[in-house]
């Protein structure tokens, strides 16, 4: 019997595509709690790395080791010391750091050289590079508390992780980080995992956490989870929600976030390590699972250029197998680039319309106009229909047109009128197609 369903297994492989193409040879970080570790998560984890990694990803993985620290502490009888949110590093709790980072990076090692047959792991080839690639500077006394071998990230050696992570490897962070003077400062994984993102201007910053996200209702514990908050409201928020001292406080991973996007990290995720291929499912889904926070200065509705193209195919081509649209070749697209407008969401084209004036007539042609089903039905196809008539009027026509055979109701509902094809300008007229017999209609600007 065929363990293989195509009519599930070929629409969902060919639905992830778009985000396998845009995510090839970009750089990604990602944190993870030590939390994930210690829940056991670490093997299956490690194979959804190892996914990211085949798919083309740059990966730079740093991680946390909070509770294993406090358990090294706790066995040599000796009290873990907080404040302001950050550990006391006194020369025990150095000792322990450096046990616990060491047993980590190592089972971290482990995990990713194991490659048994039937697991995603099988054929994975993963070297995994560590390094003192962290310069740090002491967190010194704060408000009376003297930090003593606590840290900050004073420099990234950005240069050596991208030589590594250039020839296939993936680079592997404790949170420690060596003085000049050679001394050792224990830091926090999330002021290594921003500083890194930051330095490497990394495409994505990715915090595997206790925390299943950004509540859509702030005081209410059970609301939805915020799947993209733009910057500035993700500011806001942070601005209004209490200094974070727990990290299960809302403002202690965002803080980050917000501070990776300021440096130009154009997006920061918060997942919940708790779900089984969280991370999979946030890198290879529209809305993914848990909160980005987004630099919404990347417009997401814009003018296309030639690196859409491809984007573009992939999203008409079903409906001109369909027969909604007409097809266009990519030579067609190519040259016509300079009239399409697209809408991208997380590098991926998920709208496209594009705009064919006929100046001599005072008019132009609306064509193409495209929403991906993943996302129809969420205003998209309305946005671009503004983007088009904004570019029309600046060109100073005095109306648009469209030519569609099933899509007459929605153009009618948005201040269409149909009327007669001899209404066409007469250049548009003469490649009219007569036996589609596509009906016309037109908006007043
Ligand atoms: C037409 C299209 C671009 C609309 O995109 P969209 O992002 O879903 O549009 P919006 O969210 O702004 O509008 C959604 C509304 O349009 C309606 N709608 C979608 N397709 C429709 C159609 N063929 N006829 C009438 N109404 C339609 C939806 O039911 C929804 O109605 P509601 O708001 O009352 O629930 C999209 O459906 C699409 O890509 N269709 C296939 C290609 C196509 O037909 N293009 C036009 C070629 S000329």
Redo the contacts with the bound molecule.
Sequence with gaps: MSLVFPHTFVPWFRAVAPYVHAYRGKTFVVAIAGELVAAGKLNLFVQDVAILHAMGIKLVLVHGFRPQVNEQLRAKGHASQFSHGRRITDAVALDCAQEAAGQLRFEIEAAFSQGLPNTPMANATVRVVSGNFLTARPVGIVDGVDFQQSGLVRKVDAAAIRAAIDIGAVVLLSPFGFSPTGEAFNLSMEDVATSTAIALQADKLLFLTEVPGIREDRSDPESAIDTELALAEAERLLAALPNPTQPTDAAFYLQHCVKACRGGVERSHILPFAVDGALLMEVYTHDGIGTMVVDEKLESLREATADDIGGILQL?EP?EQDG??VKRDRTEIERDIGHYTVIEHDGVIF?C?ALYPYPEAHTAE????????H???????????KRIEQRARAMGLDSIF??????????L??GFQLVDPDRLPEARKRKYNWDRR?QVLLKKL
């Design positions: 008409i409906f909604t649209l709208g319309a609306m064509a193409a106009l495209t929403v991906s089903p996302v129809q039905g969420q205003g998209d196809g309305e946005r671009m229909l469209v030519l569609t055979t099933r899509t007459m109701h929605w153009f509902k948005r596509s």
